[in-house]
């Protein structure tokens, strides 16, 4: 069998508005700057994706811009994408002697890595050596600090990452990690006055929690005409109402819809490296030693859908879905706190009245880590007018951070222990029944409704919890059984079932008073 090659062209990507040639497109010079001065060879993939996402309007020898702001990349592992990130880091410090670079990735180490390879680049080669004044390790990042102010540093994904100076050209490595907006809301912003500013994000697929990555996917194959007809099944992002952005440019190296696994032409779909120094063997090794969706994501670059089943009546969960849904100002407030079973990350909802006085839920804060709790509450909390937490005080990871989330002013903590966990359980299931598209009048659940606005990490959440039987006929959730972390749904579940189990008459603003985060 003659040795496959994977294909140069990606099976999915946004055309260009006129050839691309040397006068129409940076990235030529870019490839350039790779051959004559870094010393490194592209493959076809990297040179093409170059000539294509670095595309201009206008005239070099006039007025210009970059077409693109955002450029998203999504192509298997191990196939170059962090040579290819160094390339554009370097040209774009050297080259067009820009002032901040900001790399961010899941987290410092994977960013780091990427950062350790462009200092070693910088390094070997004499002429951009020459222009290093240091680099700079650290436990909040890395700086790789060039003459005339230039800068190259790394950011966690955090809402203050994008704090400071504008920046020429953020890195997105791993977008499938961003779980929630704060990374991307917080970067967004910090290359739009700059003329050849650009986000570069890179990733394999996602699943069904990479929010950010899914929503861009989501605009940018919209706007291709929905080629996968995938866009069709994303009920939680339509919901999102996202516009249309013809600044976000789509190249997708990915297998084809339907595609077997062990299909070498989705290999090479997927792999463009295949045969330049990606090797048959490794492929085929790799997808022998994983469960048949992580290969479809790693291997094939393949969106995995949900395989687990909704907890709730079928479409329950979607009519309860309203994006106008708040909770009434003169509401009392019921908060919970959870987190998830591998402790990566925690969720803080509340739960009140509506004007029509259904009640409301809502994920106001989903965050990795565990740490980050005490000090959103303190920014919150009035010893005046102490906010109730409910969390499961026994047999939970999040029962184990009570003594430190509870050391907070103006807090007091209220476990749920024994039935009662049960019992929140079932009452979030009733009022979440309720508004069952298949219920008759007089039949099936008659409690209260419960309302929620389209977020995508409670949506997940609701999609796939999975329950446990803890008696005749009760139940809670089962964190570690389901397939995605479930503690969005867990917190609202508890709010929800603190609110319907007791009566507090403090009378206070979720969105004035307590300037939560709408997700």
């Known amino acids: 069998m003659s040795e496959l090659l994977g294909r140069t062209e990606p099976r999915v990507f946004t055309p260009p508005l006129r050839e691309l040639t040397r006068e129409t497109s940076l990235g030529f010079d870019v490839i350039d700057f790779a051959g004559d001065v870094l010393c490194v060879s592209l493959r076809p993939w990297q040179r093409w994706l170059l000539v294509h996402a670095l595309e201009i309007v206008g005239d070099f020898g006039g007025e210009w811009h970059l077409r693109y702001s955002t450029v998203l990349t999504l192509v298997a592992r191990q196939n170059g994408k ?236 979607e009519a309860g879905t309203d994006a106008a849904s708040e909770i009434a100002p003169d509401s009392p407030l019921w908060w919970a706190i959870d987190v998830g079973a591998n402790r990566m990350h925690t969720a803080v909802a509340v739960c009140g009245l509506r004007a029509d006085r259904t009640f409301h839920v809502e994920v106001v804060a989903y965050r990795s880590g565990l740490g980050w709790v005490s000090g959103w509450l303190a920014e919150r909390a009035d010893p005046a007018r102490p906010m109730r937490i409910a969390y499961q005080g026994k047999g939970a990871p999040v029962a184990s951070m009570a003594d430190v989330y509870g050391q907070v002013d103006g807090v007091e903590l209220v476990p749920v222990t024994g039935p009662d966990v049960a019992a929140y359980s079932g009452r979030f299931w009733d009022g979440v029944a309720a508004l069952d598209p298949a219920r008759v009048d007089g039949e099936g659940s008659d409690a209260t409704p419960v309302h929620h606005r389209p977020q995508p990490v409670l949506d997940v959440a609701a999609n796939v919890a999975a329950t446990k039987a803890t008696g005749d006929g009760a139940w809670m959730w089962d964190r570690n059984r389901s397939t995605e972390d479930i503690s969005p749904l867990v917190a609202c579940a508890t709010a929800y079932g603190f609110a319907t189990a007791v009566e507090d008459e403090a009378e206070e603003s979720a969105y004035e008073d307590e300037g939560l985060i709408v997700l």
């Open 82 to 317: 962090t040579t290819l990130i160094v390339v554009v880091t370097l040209y774009w410090m050297y080259m067009l002697q820009c002032a901040l670079v900001i790399g961010m990735a899941q987290d410092l180490t994977r960013s780091g890595d990427t950062w350790d390879a462009t200092e070693q680049m910088v390094d070997t080669t004499p002429a951009l050596a020459a222009e290093k004044v240091r680099g700079k390790h650290g436990n909040s990042g890395r700086d790789l600090i060039l003459t005339g102010h230039r800068h190259y540093v790394t950011k966690p994904p955090t809402r203050g990452a994008g704090r400071g100076p504008s920046a020429q050209l953020v890195i997105m490595d791993e977008m499938r990690e961003q779980q929630t907006w704060d990374a991307w809301d917080a970067v967004a912003d910090t290359t739009l006055a700059q003329e050849l500013g650009i986000i570069w994000c890179a990733s394999n697929a996602g699943d069904s929690m990479s929010v950010v990555l899914r929503a861009k996917r989501w605009q940018a194959h919209r706007a291709l005409g929905d080629p996968d007809g995938w866009c069709a099944e994303q009920d939680d992002l339509a919901a999102l109402n996202l516009m249309e952005d013809e600044t976000l440019g789509i190249f997708e190296w990915s297998a084809a819809p339907g595609r077997d696994i062990w299909d070498t032409a989705g290999w090479c779909e997927a792999n463009p490296s295949l045969g330049y120094g990606l090797k048959v063997r490794r492929i085929r090794a790799s997808i022998s030693g994983k469960t048949e969706a992580g290969a479809r994501t790693e291997n094939l670059c393949q969106f995995v859908g949900r395989m687990a089943v909704s907890p709730f009546p079928d479409g329950a969960w």
